[in-house]
């Protein structure tokens, strides 16, 4: 094999080298842009979760200030209490539903398949059990 072939064939090698370290990273890109995505909406969603569970305290101060006036015979309260409660269940509802959609975007610890521990990032073995940990 003369000089120059031995020259084009490593040139050949590193260029398949670069060109598999270009889709790597290339992947690694849309999965930290998708990873990031995700972060951003995970945060809108607590902080939606936050108003909302303000509201449902004000709600649940509102009731408790109603019946108390209701209890006392101030005033005629049902209406507006009956509202409250009615509120406070539709957004018990909501907030489940918010945190269900939050914990779904939340990326799952691997988990042991012998014990069903919660195994740290980039170990061999469980730590619990003993176990190796499948690539």
């Known amino acids: 094999m003369g000089f120059i072939q031995r020259i084009a064939e490593g040139a050949k090698s ?17 999965d930290l842009t998708r990873k990031s995505s995700d972060l951003i909406e995970v ?19 509102g009731i408790g200030a109603l019946y108390y006036q209701k209890q006392q015979g101030r005033e005629d309260t049902g209406d ?42 980039d170990v061999k073995f469980c730590s619990n059990c003993g176990r190796k940990v499948v690539d």
Do not use: W, Y
């Open 80 to 121: 507006e209490l009956n509202r409250l409660i009615e509120s406070t269940r539709q957004l018990e509802i909501e907030l489940k539903d918010l945190e269900d959609q939050i914990e779904s975007m939340q990326p799952k610890p691997a988990v042991c398949p012998e014990c069903n521990s919660e195994l740290e990032e």
């Open 14 to 30: 590193v260029g398949s080298r670069a060109r598999d370290f270009g889709e790597i990273a290339g992947d690694r890109a849309r």
């Open 43 to 61: 945060t809108k969603m607590k902080h939606e979760l936050r108003k909302m569970e303000k509201e449902m305290e004000n709600n649940l101060a």
